[in-house]
């Protein structure tokens, strides 16, 4: 099936600070989603994107779906923004299922 | 806004019992799915359903059954719960794939099931 690596596996970073996350996959996709998980567990929706450039307050994504990976920027962080960070990807036709990478957790200290 | 909702947030039951949580959603979505997540595996999916009465086995179906007889509504069993199944327990939902985006999976809340 299709791999999905998601880098760093952990990031601390100070109030207001920027950071890239990044997601590798293996083929082809139809379908890329990052989410953040909140401390309670709660699956957010960030981005749906298979391919381009997306924004979203200070959140932005980009895929480059020709070189198999994507990229989540968060500027000025902020201490809500801490959590895990997964990057979800659907292959080729057929079922609609996601899979999902290990997750990235981002700790943001004040 | 989709909504997806989950029984119960935390649950604890023993060795052996035979265990329900029940998912659902009011978006009229054609597509639920199951995922268990646990420390250092990520998210995995266990079955999912395409349409009503239909489902299909995920990456680890193993030790559990599911139910859908209503399009809102996505059960997961677990026959005889065992110690190995005690994880985090997350219910999504999706349009489907007619049409772009509609694959956008929604999440519930998840239970944290324990089984002593």
């Known amino acids: 099936g299709i791999q999905v690596e998601q880098s760093p596996p952990d990031l601390i970073l100070q109030e207001g600070a920027n950071s890239t996350l990044r997601c590798n996959f293996s083929?082809?996709?139809?379908?890329l989603q990052w989410f953040h998980q909140n401390p309670w567990g709660q699956l957010i929706n960030l981005f749906y994107?298979?391919?381009g450039t997306k924004q979203n307050g200070r959140l932005s994504a980009t895929t480059v779906a020709t070189e198999r990976y994507s990229l989540l920027y968060i500027s000025s962080s902020q201490t809500t923004d801490s959590g895990v960070y997964f990057c979800?990807?659907?292959?080729?036709?057929?079922?609609?299922?996601?899979?999902f990478g290990k997750g990235t957790m981002l700790l943001v200290s004040p | 806004d989709v909504k997806v909702t989950q029984s119960s947030r935390y649950l604890v039951k023993r060795t052996g019992e035979k265990v329900f949580l029940e998912c659902v959603q009011d978006?009229?979505?054609?597509?639920m799915f199951w995922y268990r997540q646990d420390p250092g595996l990520g998210l995995r999916l266990i079955y999912f359903s395409y349409d009503v009465k239909m489902k299909e086995k995920g990456d680890i179906p193993e030790g559990y059954s599911v139910s859908r007889e209503k399009k809102e509504r996505f059960s997961l069993i677990l026959e005889s719960a065992s110690t190995n199944q005690t994880s985090m327990y997350l219910c999504?939902?999706?349009?489907?794939?007619?049409?772009?985006?509609?694959?956008?999976?929604?999440f519930g809340p998840g239970t944290r099931l324990t089984v002593l």
């Open positions: 994107i298979p391919s």
């Open positions: 979800a990807v659907r292959r080729g036709s057929g079922y609609s299922t996601l899979t």
């Open positions: 999504a939902s999706s349009f489907g794939v007619r049409l772009a985006g509609a694959d956008t999976q929604y």
């Open positions: 978006m009229d979505h054609e597509n």
């Open positions: 083929d082809s996709v139809n379908n």
